[in-house]
């Protein structure tokens, strides 16, 4: 990977993402006694950072490719986010999903024009599903966050990230697959001078955090976080990057997690998935470290079922 | 009130306020076949748009009076806005406050540095309670709405949205006590080419829709809203500008109130209140006037206990 085809990514998906704002807070900065920049993902199409690796997924297809469609299988943002890209970019999108997946989130793709296969709610069936789609209709099958071309895609964020505000010393970001992670280490190592990337993860779901101690990917035997976006594991594409540049993977419990959300929402006035919150409760939790210096945190996305709030 | 004395209160006061961002959302113009334009003064310091009339209520004082300080009563937004604008200029501020009012509401204003004073929860101890704190200290009065500097203070919001956006053909506003209409429709008749301004009510509290008929100020007989900042009725200082210019006053029930407030966050991901879902649900529901047009609406404020919403 390298930093011509990682700017090239940046100019190839800008007609298609928005460039998110930057929001600072004077309370928070008050708060953890530093300056602190939030990359606004929620504010993004779909309403999370996953549509820039979607958007870059599909443009670094051949026509042929793109005109076979492509196929994932995720119940989460990045089934919203490919469903969009490809409507917006004319391919067809085959999206599996458990049958139990929630109705709005099915809803959600529909109305981005995604194409819905149901499968057995497991993980055998969901990738046996995808895997009949690849044979059948000769789609390209897109991992949410194990891709070389989604990982450019998501690192965008802290390449605008980096233009804004160039001194930035440390980026959190929180970490669920990995494509996020690893693609925010990569902007900091190409486009700033020394920026450390720090992830914040739920304790709940602490597979990165344990893999970077075994030096293998390891999975999580349970997943029960509201961070719904982070209950993923690393894989092979991204594991190698974080596993060499990443500074640090802080674990956060669920009250951190909920008491970070809630304190973005009542001081920022926007509204952030719990899975954002972990990377801002990794902040909250590390106050002495970041102590007056400039610090970015991505706020990936900002998808929450408003009618049942943990607070 | 003429337009020099407008711009120069945008330039003395522009050192103490945020220039609050203007969002767009692709979803919002297409459910409503328009282009709409969000100032967020739920960014805007403490909260709301208050923090405008209250900094320039307080920088027109003379400096005897300043040594004297402020003194208002309120239990919403003006409270805090008085307080943090009061801290800011080294000016003290009196806020009156009934004893049942919310201790959230009372921590808050005591964290910008208001110095409350606790009343009984009537109209009556509330204006009686100012009135000796205007004797006893000598501080000024004043009054959340019915004020020229609040008044031309709240219309700057107006200002920058113009400046940013000129060709807007309509504004809207809610409208609770006044000052943010009247200021609103100030500024577009100084600072635009023959932009309108369209306020909304609660149906639940419609004193300015029933005063714009009778021709006299009309106050509230309930108030049964969820919107709070919208329960007090319009003053001589305010009435006659919203009597003579204002293109309509648009009424809307909770249900409606609700529905926008909910549709805001999770389709722009902001944090608005239910004041500022009254302007948006007159939006919603004038859609056939505003058909392809450009709509500036001013979000008045994000100032809500995110731990009891309405859905």
């Known amino acids: 990977m390298d930093k011509l085809t990682f700017q090239n990514t ?17 309370s928070l900065n008050a708060i953890c006694e530093t300056e602190i920049f939030f990359k606004c993902e929620n504010f993004q199409k779909t309403g999370a950072f996953k549509m820039r690796g979607a958007v870059n997924a599909i443009l670094s297809l051949t026509d042929v490719q793109r005109s076979k469609g492509v196929v994932t299988h995720s119940s989460g943002n990045f089934a919203q986010a490919l469903s969009l890209a490809a409507k917006n970019l004319n391919v067809k999108a085959y999206i599996v999903m458990p049958s139990n997946a929630p109705k709005v989130k099915k809803e959600a793709v529909k109305n981005y024009g995604g194409i819905i296969i149901e499968c057995d709610p497991n993980i055998n069936a969901r990738e046996n599903e995808a895997l009949r789609i690849q044979k059948e209709k000769k789609a390209t099958f897109i991992h949410p966050s194990n ?26 970001t929180p970490v669920g697959g990995g494509g996020l992670l690893a693609g925010t280490i990569l902007a ?70 909920i008491k970070a959300m809630q304190l973005i929402w009542e001081r920022m006035k926007i509204i952030i998935e719990p899975s954002s919150a972990v990377a801002v409760a990794a902040v909250l939790k590390d106050k002495k470290r970041i102590k007056n210096k400039k610090i970015g945190i991505i706020i990936s996305g900002g998808n929450i079922d408003v009618s049942n709030l943990p607070f």
Do not use: M, W
Request: net charge negative.
């Open 147 to 172: 891709h070389d071309a989604v990982i450019y895609g998501q690192g965008t964020a802290a390449i605008e990230l980096l233009e804004d505000y160039g001194d930035l010393d440390y980026i959190f």
């Open 188 to 257: 900091a190592n190409y486009f700033s001078n020394g920026c450390k990337v720090i992830a914040g993860e739920p304790e709940e779901a602490d597979d990165a955090y344990r893999s970077l101690i075994s030096g293998n990917i390891e999975i999580n035997k349970t997943s029960n976080t509201l961070a719904d976006g982070l209950r993923t594991h690393l894989g092979d594409r991204n594991f190698p990057i974080i596993k060499e540049y990443v500074e640090e993977i802080i674990r956060v419990d669920e009250k951190e997690i």
């Open 10 to 26: 940046y100019h190839l998906i800008k007609p298609y993402i928005h460039r998110t704002p930057v929001l600072t807070s004077q």
